[in-house]
């Protein structure tokens, strides 16, 4: 399990590799915080590496997205595989955060938001 990010001006993307546990959770959270008080407008979340997300790593994405709508921006995921996207589902997150089949095209859509009306 891993997590990795870069910055796009002001969109970070956070590539999750592995299973999204309670100790990957408290690392994710605390790079997201981070990536916020650094003064990122957007998040992408790359879950096309990723096998399982727990209620932990839930949680931490519940938290971020108030925060960065309180904000004005905007919390996407890429890449979800069957099992991840199934629990994404069923929490009710896919009703709250934009989906896409990839990274780029995910950063690519908030790279957009500047340029014209919302497409996520």
């Not at 997590?3 to 605390?30: C, N, T, W, Y």
């Not at 008080?37 to 727990?54: K, Q, R």
């Not at 790593?57 to 938290?63: A, C, E, R, Y």
Request: no cysteine; hydrophobic share 50%.
């Amino acid at each position: 399990m891993s997590i990795s990010s870069e910055s796009r001006g002001q969109i970070v993307l956070f590539r999750l590799h592995g299973h999204i546990d309670k100790p990957m959770a408290a690392e994710l959270d605390e790079l997201l915080a981070s990536a916020l008080d650094d003064g990122a407008a957007h998040l992408v979340l790359d879950f096309s590496s990723a096998t399982h997300i727990g209620s932990d790593g839930l949680k931490v994405i519940l938290g971020v997205l108030r925060r960065v709508r309180e904000n004005g921006g905007q919390v996407v995921q890429a890449g979800a595989g069957e099992d991840v996207r199934s629990l994404l589902d069923v929490a009710g997150f896919l009703s709250l955060i934009g989906e896409f089949e990839t990274a780029d095209a995910a950063v690519a859509a908030l790279q957009a938001l500047g340029r014209g009306p919302a497409v996520v």
